[in-house]
């Protein structure tokens, strides 16, 4: 009876070694990684930009998730200081790749001189400190509005190029 059990043992580790043998092996690019996955998940941050001799920027965002290529930042609000004039800049979703930030949902820009931006989208470059729209607009200073259909403004120069401009000017 042993010797039974034993050739039924041995003649099963047979047969799927006969057919591991002729399937196709497994290679390591079959099991890429899946790189939508976060890396890392940081609740409730706050972070200071420094520069040589003052604090430049501070960012706060709700949640952050960090991926091998960007950072994505959930409820993100910045405050970027030039000098006298305070900038504030606040977004739903904001993407963070290299010096580059993608503002997504409920784009806000607003500094201390009463003008005030809001977009669906906007990209803003630390580097150039430039804030950018493809999509409508529309900017208020006081209580004049010009909507759009593209926008670049120079924080640094206060300049503005925009596309597709409509104004309302209020004179009292």
Same mark, same amino acid.
């Given at each position: @009876?042993?010797?039974?059990i034993f050739? $039924?043992? #041995?003649t099963?580790f047979?047969?799927s @070694?006969?057919?591991l043998?002729s399937?196709?092996?497994? @290679?390591?690019?079959?099991f890429?990684?899946?790189?939508? $996955?976060?890396? $890392?998940q940081i609740?409730?941050? #706050?972070?200071? /930009? %420094?520069?040589n001799e003052?604090?430049s920027?501070?960012?706060?965002a709700? /949640? %952050?998730?960090?991926?091998?290529?960007?950072? /994505?930042?959930?409820?993100?609000?910045?405050?970027? $200081?030039?000098?006298n004039?305070?900038?504030?800049?606040?977004?739903?979703k904001?993407?963070?790749?290299g010096?580059?930030i993608?503002l997504r949902q409920?784009?806000?820009? /607003?500094?201390n001189?009463?003008?005030?931006?809001?977009?669906q989208?906007a990209i803003?470059h630390?580097?150039?400190k430039?804030l @950018?729209?493809n999509?409508d607009f529309?900017i208020?200073k006081?209580?004049n509005?010009i909507?759009?259909t593209n926008?670049?403004?120079d924080l640094?120069?206060?300049i503005?190029k925009?596309?597709g401009v409509?104004?309302w000017?209020?004179?009292?």
């Amino acid at each position: @009876m042993v010797i039974k059990i034993f050739y $039924i043992i #041995v003649t099963i580790f047979s047969i799927s @070694m006969v057919f591991l043998a002729s399937s196709n092996p497994y @290679m390591a690019e079959n099991f890429a990684t899946d790189f939508s $996955i976060s890396n $890392i998940q940081i609740n409730d941050v #706050v972070d200071y /930009e %420094i520069d040589n001799e003052k604090i430049s920027a501070k960012y706060e965002a709700k /949640e %952050i998730n960090r991926y091998k290529a960007n950072d /994505e930042l959930v409820h993100f609000r910045a405050n970027f $200081i030039n000098s006298n004039l305070n900038n504030f800049l606040k977004a739903d979703k904001a993407i963070i790749k290299g010096e580059e930030i993608k503002l997504r949902q409920n784009v806000n820009y /607003e500094n201390n001189q009463s003008l005030t931006f809001k977009s669906q989208e906007a990209i803003y470059h630390k580097k150039d400190k430039t804030l @950018m729209s493809n999509t409508d607009f529309v900017i208020t200073k006081n209580e004049n509005n010009i909507t759009g259909t593209n926008i670049i403004y120079d924080l640094n120069n206060k300049i503005t190029k925009a596309k597709g401009v409509k104004i309302w000017i209020n004179q009292n």
